[in-house]
């Protein structure tokens, strides 16, 4: 059943990409007649053409980040797979694939700006600050989130069912290792005048040495810490190896997010894209050979957990692999600056979204294989579960079970670094856009403002209603969940206004009219949720009831500027279209 449900759904998105994504293509006007921002405003810091293989690796490992890994197996456990099963095919073919199609092609046509700029120039100067207000803090919260989950994987031991073990030290080794390759790789192909083709194909299989030479050589930062500071460690290393982990990635994304897109976010997003095809395709050639019987009822229920019902709380739960408003972000950051042609924003805006969909497919099949009354589904580390499910689908094709669970956990890390430097880059642009300090004071002040406010919540210690501790991640989900999903929503919004007025067709209240209300209601009422539960438990206290109330009164001001544009009888607004190319 398993088999029928992964190659059906293959089967549903590639229809998909061939019927619906012409529609959307017609629908945004898409040509090759004038040339790109990449091209025109072209500085090889942040504006630079990429050929349309490599910047689809890079936007796909971009925006696959933890999300259609974590979400579905959440979800799952919650509400059984049926349920995440519908809301990932629906999802990613009508509302987040227009998402992230309409955003990178209207990013493009507003100079390779950010979705911010064409609220201001649709709605209003008010409307912008409050949009880029809205995605500072969006941001914020997704760096917390998939930092804390990723450190998580660099400590302690994971047990596998035939006795063996992957150690948390080695994944460590590897992910410095993969982080290491695309440097060298960016500054061969830069200074060696190879293509970024044949670069890859020296490359990648370094990655999978990678993978196998971290469990061999591990990095136990928790048994160094100790050696240099026990009255610091105490008697949990593994808890400190996490802060101090926490502490290193965020380092990590302040560097990378201001070190030029060739030495970095270029190469390693086309290895990392191309890792995570591996992986992609490890999970269904797995399944597909050997499969694995469906134990998690379809459906569990619409409460199962006391206080928390299927709607909204699917919608918000499972974002990357369906729909989110972090893809935005992406398609109008970083990718709108690199697109060398707009016919290449189909494969990519749209036919990436579809391609995690199937991510999200394959991550809903490893809890898919667990009992109901699986100790795993109790309080569930999606991380490792999904690791675990990669790797019993390769030991079905004779893969060692250790080398296939560190090769799924390199791919979860994969996925995360490629979001967490993209994301502080662009907490970066929108600092600058808000100063308007395109210098170096700029890049540096929008760089500490991302990746150190973050640095506050994540030195948090969380606890349970027994007093238990909580992993930071897990206590920020929701809020990133709803405030991720609400940012969809004011982009779906955006693009609205920016369809109707430069249109005036109708079919644009159906293709991005309906995704807005659906995910606008679903989203504002889990933040609702969310805050009405921290007051109703006296936890007025905690950062996330006032992040939640501030996320909310900025939609709500969105949502009134958005109906103003709306009703305004002004004559039509231009469309911006990119510079003529010099015959």
């Known amino acids: 059943m398993m088999v029928a449900l992964v190659v059906g759904s293959a089967v549903i998105l590639l229809a998909a990409y061939r019927i619906y994504g012409p529609i959307l293509a017609r629908l945004f006007r898409?040509?090759?007649?004038?040339?790109?921002?990449?091209?025109?405003?072209?500085?090889?810091?942040?504006?630079?053409?990429?050929?349309?293989?490599?910047?689809?690796?890079?936007?796909?490992?971009?925006?696959?980040?933890?999300?259609?890994?974590?979400?579905?197996?959440?979800?799952?456990?919650?509400?059984?797979?049926?349920?995440?099963?519908?809301?990932?095919?629906?999802?990613?073919?009508?509302?987040?694939?227009?998402?992230?199609?309409?955003?990178?092609?209207?990013?493009?046509?507003?100079?390779?700006?950010?979705?911010?700029?064409?609220?201001?120039?649709?709605?209003?100067?008010?409307?912008?600050?409050?949009?880029?207000?809205?995605?500072?803090?969006?941001?914020?919260?997704i760096i917390v989130a998939f930092t804390d989950v990723t450190a998580s994987s660099f400590v302690g031991v994971q047990k596998l069912e035939d006795g063996s073990s992957v150690s948390g030290a080695g994944i460590a080794t590897s992910s410095l290792l993969y982080l290491a390759l695309p440097i060298v790789m960016g500054l061969v192909v830069r200074y060696g005048k190879i293509s970024m083709e044949r670069a890859t194909i020296i490359f990648l299989p370094l990655v999978g040495l990678a993978i196998w030479g971290g469990q061999k050589i591990p990095f136990d930062l928790g048994a160094l810490l100790q050696s240099v500071a026990p009255g610091l460690v105490g008697d949990n290393p593994d808890q400190a190896a996490h802060k101090a982990w926490?502490?290193?990635?965020?380092?990590?994304?302040?560097?990378?997010?201001?070190?030029?897109?060739?030495?970095?976010?270029?190469?390693?997003?086309?290895?990392?894209?191309?890792?995570?095809?591996?992986?992609?395709?490890?999970?269904?050639?797995?399944?597909?050979?050997?499969?694995?019987?469906?134990?998690?009822?379809?459906?569990r229920g619409w409460e199962p957990v006391e206080g928390k019902t299927l709607a909204p709380l699917l919608f918000i739960t499972i974002a990357c692999g369906a729909c989110s408003g972090f893809h935005s972000l992406i398609a109008s950051?970083?990718?709108?600056?690199?697109?060398?042609?707009?016919?290449?924003?189909?494969?990519?805006?749209?036919?990436?979204?579809?391609?995690?969909?199937m991510v999200a497919i394959i991550s809903l099949c490893c809890v898919m294989m667990l009992a109901e009354n699986s100790p795993l589904l109790e309080k569930p580390r999606p991380n490792f579960i999904y690791a675990q499910g990669i790797g019993a689908f390769l030991a079905k094709v004779g893969v060692n079970p250790q080398l296939g669970v560190a090769f799924a956990l390199m791919a979860f890390t994969t996925f995360v670094y490629d979001t967490l430097d993209v994301c502080t880059r662009l907490?970066?642009?929108?600092?600058?856009?808000?100063?308007?300090?395109?210098?170096?004071?700029?890049?540096?002040?929008?760089?500490?403002?991302?990746?150190?406010?973050?640095?506050?919540?994540?030195?948090?210690?969380?606890?349970?209603?027994?007093?238990?501790?909580?992993p930071i991640w897990r206590a920020f989900w929701e809020l990133f969940g709803a405030s991720n999903q609400l940012l969809a929503a004011l982009t779906l919004m955006a693009l609205t206004v920016w369809l109707w007025r430069t249109r005036r067709e109708s079919w644009v209240w159906l293709v991005t009219g309906i995704p807005t209300v659906l995910m606008y209601v679903m989203s504002s009422w889990a933040l609702i949720d969310i805050v009405k539960a921290k007051f109703a438990k006296g936890q007025t206290a905690d950062p996330v009831t006032w992040i939640g109330m501030v996320l909310i009164a900025l939609a709500g001001l969105m949502l009134i500027e958005a109906v103003i544009a709306l009703l305004r009888t002004d004559p039509r607004a231009p469309e911006t279209k990119p510079t003529p190319a010099v015959a």
Not at 39 to 65: C, G, M, N, W
């Open 30 to 141: 898409l040509s090759d007649v004038d040339q790109t921002p990449a091209v025109t405003e072209r500085d090889d810091l942040d504006y630079a053409p990429l050929e349309k293989a490599p910047l689809l690796s890079q936007h796909f490992s971009a925006i696959a980040a933890a999300g259609p890994i974590m979400g579905p197996i959440l979800a799952g456990a919650m509400f059984g797979w049926l349920p995440a099963l519908l809301w990932i095919l629906c999802g990613s073919i009508l509302i987040g694939g227009v998402h992230d199609f309409g955003a990178l092609i209207a990013s493009v046509r507003h100079k390779g700006n950010s979705i911010a700029v064409v609220v201001r120039q649709h709605m209003s100067q008010r409307s912008f600050v409050l949009f880029l207000l809205f995605v500072w803090l969006a941001l914020v919260y």
């Open 246 to 299: 926490d502490v290193l990635l965020l380092i990590y994304c302040a560097v990378a997010s201001v070190v030029p897109l060739w030495l970095l976010l270029q190469p390693r997003g086309q290895l990392g894209g191309w890792f995570l095809y591996a992986a992609l395709a490890a999970g269904a050639i797995g399944l597909i050979t050997g499969g694995a019987p469906v134990q998690l009822p379809a459906f």
């Open 333 to 357: 950051g970083t990718t709108s600056k690199q697109l060398a042609k707009e016919r290449d924003s189909k494969p990519i805006g749209y036919g990436a979204m579809l391609l995690e969909a």
């Open 427 to 470: 907490g970066r642009y929108i600092v600058q856009e808000l100063t308007g300090w395109q210098d170096a004071r700029g890049r540096w002040l929008g760089t500490i403002l991302t990746a150190g406010t973050p640095f506050l919540f994540i030195m948090r210690t969380e606890t349970d209603a027994t007093g238990a501790p909580v």
